[in-house]
C-alpha cells in the first residue's frame, strides 16, 4: 500500500498514513480538525540487497552463446588439453 503524507493548512501538522490508492483522501486534521492537504511526495527509493547486481543475474538469451564462443577462442589459442592449466 502507498504511503500518503498530509500536511494541515491550519495547524501545518504533517504525518503519513498508509492507505489503499482506492481509499478517499483524508479530509480533517487529527490535532486541530481543520482541512488536509494531501501533499505529493518525492516516493521511495531504490533499495539494493546483497553483495551485489551483475550482468549474469538477468541472463538474456545471448549471454550464453557469448560464453562459448569465448570458451572456443580460449582452447584454440592453447593445446586444448582438458588437463592444461592454461586451457581451464
Do not use: H, W
Not at 490508492?21 to 546483497?50: E, H, M, N, W, Y
Not at 541472463?59 to 592453447?78: H, I, L, P
Request: glycine share 10%; hydrophobic share 25%; aromatic share 10%.
Amino acid at each position: 500500500m502507498p504511503t500518503y503524507e498530509y500536511r494541515c493548512d491550519s495547524c501545518a501538522y504533517v504525518f503519513e498514513r498508509f492507505q489503499s490508492i482506492t481509499d478517499d483522501a483524508l479530509k480533517k486534521c487529527p490535532q486541530c480538525g481543520s482541512l488536509l492537504r494531501r501533499v505529493i511526495g518525492a516516493g521511495a527509493g531504490i533499495i539494493f540487497k546483497g553483495k551485489g547486481f551483475y550482468q549474469t543475474d538477468y541472463k538474456n538469451a545471448s549471454a550464453g552463446k557469448d560464453k562459448k564462443k569465448d570458451q572456443k577462442k580460449k582452447t584454440e589459442a592453447c593445446c586444448g588439453s582438458d588437463t592444461c592449466p592454461s586451457c581451464d
